[in-house]
């Protein structure tokens, strides 16, 4: 297919991709960082599935902005503490610290949905 | 009479004064060693003997023994005349011994011809007692030999001396054993041999998986969720979220546990779902009735640990119960089931799914109390049977029954009976998997009784025949179109079932399942598209003619006479699991999900 072709050109530019939220925020976070969340993942699959999220690098959350910015917030911490290979433990109960409860049913629904 | 107060001393005196070196560590010392090289050698007493000992030992050992050793003779004088010992000491001391250490050497050797084991235990107890023995040897003489009767110096009382009879703290005697281990000093005691510590054994690495996945999003919004049950305000309005979807979430990851059910708890519900009842246990299902006294509907999946005792709380806090919905409750007892359904006369749904302990009486207590019926599945219910079937007959208002899944199958007639006497209230009926109907099912059962069923489900049923089918579907006229129609599995349907079921139902049909219909052809499938404008969910897995140009069909129309016509318009799912024809190419549709493509099986 033609993208194939496109897609070693594009690799560079690629490498960012924009997540918009439905209240108008954006965040442009590196593609793998995105990619910790299942749904983006297949929504930024060049192959499978032929979606225009592939093409364009824009993913179109349906939650609020908060929510938006919680989920790139998550997805940056576990990137991170994936690939750095330390034996101390993962701050996990910092990061717990840092969500406020009056969001976590909201946050649960999008987590679910979003595969993370 | 205090040491300060003294003649003149040697040095020698003088230097083991100032360094504390006692005439109790010393003589000690010496006891041990005597006996050590006691043990070596023959135990015949002799003062040479020990004497040469004394000068072996003195010439191998250290030169700080050696000053300790010429002191004994010296220090256990003291309590004689000072002096005396004191120029006595040098050239003397190093061949004799002093009449203290013989009489020590003496008394053991006595005793090593007594015993049986020369063990280094007793030589350690007797380096015990020895020292205060030599030492104070002028109170209370040497130990009498084992087995002699003495008279304990505290209680008076005769016993027989053993080799733990201890010396007493005061010096006046030896004490029976009761009285020495009152006195604290335990005679069978062994000295205390420091243990010699082994390096912790290394444990070996046991990777613990758990803690090294990282927590996912949904589990830590779980445990935050947990962690603020209680504070309700902080939360937020849970109204506003959709509570369905929060207990499917938390029930997908078997995160629904007795401290956040609370969550989903309130006394104003009148229906509650939950999706996985797995984690709570019985007292928390009880916990359950009581916060949620107003129900009318309810719904627990795997709730395993339903038993008899939480069910009977239901029965009596869930007062106004009127549909009732369980996968799983197993443990029930039919005396439960009973008094559940004298409570609850209005019952009007009664779905149960997996129990192998219903049984007929639980039935006929069913239809006694509970005439109200509208909703009954009875699904993989162990025992049905056609007694059951006899006993449903009477459920006159009956308007959704599911009977599949049994153990066994019921017989043709005893279902055609209750569709007979209920057949025409039906609106939704499953009886898979009652392999024993055949086509005289459809015939006498279906087509001679149902009128209003907008449901079926006949999925599993081999005996059925594509013709029987086909012929059932075009007689049909008594009942109006089926919306849901489910004949998955049954493999020899064809091309006469479908185009039968598609003229008959084909106009309203909104889910059709044609699993399994491996030997449909291409033309029949075609026919959906034309007839089937309803449809919104159509599972047609492992038909095998099925191929790109149908699924085009499908979702696009076919062009006839220049325009597209046909097709699927409302199709929001189709499902081509198995369908080795459609490939990736096949045409999308916004709106539309297709799952099963098999090039896109992995990730």
């Not at chain 2, 499917?248 to 995160?255: T, Y």
């Not at chain 2, 009128?451 to 075009?474: H, K, M, Q, R």
Request: charged share 25%; glycine share 8%.
């Amino acid at each position: 297919m033609e993208r194939n072709g496109k897609a070693t050109s594009d690799s560079k530019e690629s490498q960012w991709v924009r997540l918009q939220s439905t209240d108008g925020f954006s965040y442009l976070v590196k593609r793998k960082v995105a990619e910790a969340s299942g749904t983006v993942r297949n929504m930024l699959d060049s192959e499978a599935g032929g979606y225009s999220e592939a093409l364009t690098g824009v993913c179109e959350i349906t939650e609020r902005g908060i929510i938006v910015e919680k989920l790139v917030e998550y997805m940056s911490f576990k990137t991170y503490y994936e690939t750095v290979n330390t034996k101390d433990d993962v701050p996990v109960k910092e990061f717990m610290e840092r969500i406020p409860p009056e969001i976590v049913l909201e946050l649960l629904l999008a987590a679910d949905y979003q595969e993370m | 009479m205090s040491n300060n107060v003294r003649g003149p001393s040697s040095a020698l005196t003088e230097f083991l004064r100032d360094a504390g070196i006692t005439a109790t560590t010393i003589a000690r010392r010496a006891a041990t060693r005597t006996r050590e090289e006691q043990q070596q050698q023959q135990p015949e007493a002799g003062p040479s003997r020990p004497a040469n000992t004394n000068r072996r030992r003195r010439s191998t050992r250290a030169s700080g023994y050696a000053s300790d050793e010429l002191d004994e003779p010296e220090n256990s004088a003291v309590p004689e005349d000072a002096m005396q010992v004191d120029e006595a000491a040098s050239p003397t001391k190093k061949r004799k011994l002093t009449k203290a250490a013989e009489a020590k050497l003496k008394a053991q050797e006595k005793k090593k011809l007594g015993k049986k084991d020369g063990g280094d235990e007793d030589e350690e107890e007797d380096a015990y007692t020895a020292p205060s023995k030599s030492l104070w040897a002028t109170s209370a003489g040497p130990k009498p030999p084992v087995g002699s009767f003495e008279k304990c110096a505290i209680c008076e009382k005769q016993f027989t001396v053993t080799k733990y009879t201890m010396a007493s703290s005061s010096g006046s005697g030896f004490l029976c054993h009761q009285c020495a281990k009152a006195g604290g000093v335990d005679p069978f005691k062994k000295p205390a041999v420091p243990k010699k510590r082994k390096a912790p054994v290394e444990k070996r690495n046991i990777t613990k998986f758990e803690e090294k996945r990282f927590p996912t999003l949904v589990n830590i919004c779980i445990q935050l969720i947990t962690k603020h049950i209680n504070d309700i305000e902080v939360l937020g309005d849970i109204g506003v979220l959709n509570v369905e979807a929060i207990s499917k979430a938390l029930s997908k990851n078997r995160g629904l546990t007795q401290d956040n059910v609370h969550l989903f708890y309130n006394t104003s519900n009148d229906s509650l779902t939950l999706f996985d009842a797995t984690n709570l246990p019985s007292p928390a299902l009880e916990t359950l009735a009581y916060h949620n006294r107003n129900l009318t509907s309810l719904r627990l999946d795997f709730c395993g640990h339903l038993d008899d005792t939480a069910f009977n709380v239901f029965s009596t806090s869930l007062n106004v119960l009127e549909r009732i919905e369980l996968l799983g409750p197993f443990l029930i007892r039919p005396p439960a089931w009973k008094k559940f359904f004298t409570t609850h006369p209005n019952l009007e749904g009664f779905l149960v799914t997996q129990s192998p302990r219903f049984d007929i009486e639980c039935v006929t207590t069913l239809v006694e109390h509970c005439p109200g019926i509208k909703d009954l599945r009875l699904k993989e219910i162990g025992k049905i049977d056609d007694a059951f079937l006899e006993q449903i007959q009477e459920l006159g208002g009956l308007r959704h029954l599911d009977i599949s899944d049994p153990s066994h199958s019921c017989s043709e007639d005893a279902i055609v009976s209750l569709l007979a006497a209920i057949g025409s209230g039906l609106s939704y009926l499953n009886v898979s998997k009652h392999s024993a109907l055949t086509d005289a099912f459809l015939t006498d059962g279906l087509l001679a009784h149902t009128g209003n069923l907008a449901a079926l489900t006949i999925s599993y049923l081999p005996e059925l025949t594509d013709a029987g089918v086909g012929a059932f579907f075009d007689e049909w006229a008594s009942n109006g179109p089926l919306n849901i129609l489910d004949a998955s599995r049954n493999d020899v349907l064809g091309d006469l079932a479908l185009e039968g079921i598609l003229k008959h139902s084909g106009h309203k049909l909104m889910q059709l399942n044609i699993n399994g219909w491996k030997d449909v052809g291409a033309d029949a499938l075609n026919i959906i598209g034309r007839l089937g404008v309803e449809m919104r969910k159509l599972d047609v897995g492992f038909c095998r003619a099925l191929d790109d140009f149908v699924v085009k069909m499908w979702l696009e129309g076919e062009k006839k006479r220049g325009a597209q016509t046909g097709g699927c318009r409302a199709l929001e799912e189709l499902k081509v699991w198995g369908c080795n024809r459609v490939t990736s190419a096949c045409p999308r549709k916004k709106g539309v999900v297709i799952q099963g493509i098999e090039s896109q099986a992995s990730r």
